[in-house]
């Protein structure tokens, strides 16, 4: 079951370093459990069923390592999965796993299912068990009720407007927006003016060279505008982004992993710890998804990033909690 | 010729029965039609709104029920009125005193919505 498949870089018709053919062929695999590495724009793909399979840990580690978490809806208790509080653990347990330890955890939001006290009280507890510093970006999920004032006090204290904020790691710069306020009637997720200045002048002064990370709960690109999967004013955030060399952009929302590559900037969504949804036009509707209880646990994970100095791109590494 | 006039007497009759009787179900039927429901019911399942339209005569009372496995909320367009969210099989109720058009949609989904047509 788990092959080793070793595809090189066969085809680089932009010049840029990336094998468009090779890299969509290795996104179909991505659903059943693959590995897709990019490293300096290079891509290299393996089959697996377990990260410690992964004969090229080596080559996934680097100057700085995290791990993206997403979608872990605390509270929910349907079939989808009654027990959303052990496949946490399951993605905890993963990530105490891994052969390079992440320096931090980022959360890409809906941590809650209903914003409810505790329901953050337990996800808080069941993450202390990675021992790791955890930066948050809300989903819808954790603003009800109270336009996001809970959120803000548990874990975006110092941050500006609806709870964006930046930082920096190892030299890489680190962005988290909020695009889960205000929505408007048949709209999309939304940046607004007040949080888009803001984003200007943070990125105004950093050189060409600085590696961006931007986290941010629903897809800053359109996976699928009739589900509200997209952001329809994330053109004007990459706007002023273009300089960078290096732009990757983590998401979550839409519970499964997609990925797209556009010039500089990686776009990737991660799977959820709770339950997946349907793939875009699949179903009437984006809700949770049923699949067979041995089956779910393959379709939930977590997402390791490494950055390598000097390398164009950050390695984005999908896994499962199987 | 007795029996011909008896028997135009019973045609008669009955015409005239009929007659009264039709006028009789028509004023029947109006009265039905003013007779509104006091309150109105809109079911939310599968990530929309049914009805989508709903017409209700001033005074109305509408309830919102979540029948989805997945929370919604029902906020107006024009901030008249915006429910907590509703988790499955919990409800919000809204009456409407106004005449008008009262869009509103799902602030956690805002791509479900729905409106109220008041009379």
């Not at chain 1, 931007?214 to 009739?226: D, G, K, M, R, T």
Request: charged share 20%; with cysteine.
């Amino acid at each position: 079951m788990a092959k080793k498949v070793n595809d090189e870089l066969l085809h680089d018709h932009n010049n840029d370093g990336i094998d468009r053919r090779g890299f969509l062929k290795c996104m179909a695999w991505a659903g059943t459990g693959a590995l897709c590495v990019m490293q300096g724009g290079v891509l290299k793909s393996y089959s697996l069923s377990r990260m410690s399979d992964l004969g090229a840990a080596a080559a996934t580690t680097g100057e700085l390592s995290f791990v993206q978490i997403s979608d872990s809806h605390m509270g929910f208790n349907k079939p989808a999965n009654p027990d959303v509080a052990g496949t946490l653990k399951a993605a905890v347990d993963k990530i105490n796993a891994l052969s390079t330890p992440p320096q931090f955890l980022l959360h890409t939001g809906d941590i809650s299912h209903l914003s409810k006290p505790e329901e953050f009280d337990n996800v808080d507890q069941i993450l202390k068990g990675t021992g790791k510093e955890v930066y948050f970006v809300p989903g819808e999920h954790d603003v009800l009720n109270d336009d996001g004032a809970q959120f803000r006090e548990r874990y975006a204290k110092g941050s500006k407007g609806a709870g964006w904020y930046s930082f920096d790691q190892k030299g890489v710069h680190f962005i988290g927006l909020v695009n889960v306020m205000n929505l408007k009637a048949g709209g999309l997720g939304t940046l607004g003016h007040e949080q888009l200045e803001w984003l200007e002048d943070d990125v105004k002064h950093l050189k060409h060279s600085t590696p961006i990370v931007v986290f941010a709960h629903i897809p800053l690109w359109s996976v699928y505008p009739e589900w509200g999967w997209g952001t329809e004013d994330s053109a004007q955030a990459l706007a002023y982004l273009k300089k960078f060399g290096s732009v990757t952009v983590l998401n979550g929302h839409i519970h499964q992993i997609m990925q797209k590559v556009e010039g500089n900037v990686t776009f990737h969504t991660a799977a959820s710890t709770a339950f997946p949804q349907p793939q875009p036009g699949k179903a009437d509707s984006p809700g949770p998804m049923k699949v067979p209880a041995e089956q779910l646990r393959g379709i939930l994970g977590i997402t390791d990033v490494n950055y390598v100095r000097g390398q164009h791109a950050l390695a984005v590494v999908d896994s499962s909690l199987a | 010729m007795r029996r011909s006039v008896r028997i135009l007497g019973l045609a008669v009759g009955v015409v005239v029965a009929l007659a009264a009787f039709a006028a009789g179900a028509r004023a029947f039927t109006a009265r039905a039609q003013q007779a509104q429901p006091v309150n109105a019911e809109v079911k939310i399942d599968n990530f929309s709104f049914g009805p989508a339209s709903l017409t209700i005569a001033a005074g109305t009372t509408v309830t919102w029920i979540n029948r989805d496995d997945i929370p919604h909320t029902v906020a107006s367009e024009d901030k008249l009125f915006k429910s907590r969210v509703l988790d499955t099989d919990e409800k919000f109720s809204f009456t409407f005193a106004k005449p008008g058009t009262f869009g509103y949609f799902c602030s956690l989904h805002p791509k479900m919505t729905g409106k109220v047509v008041v009379q």
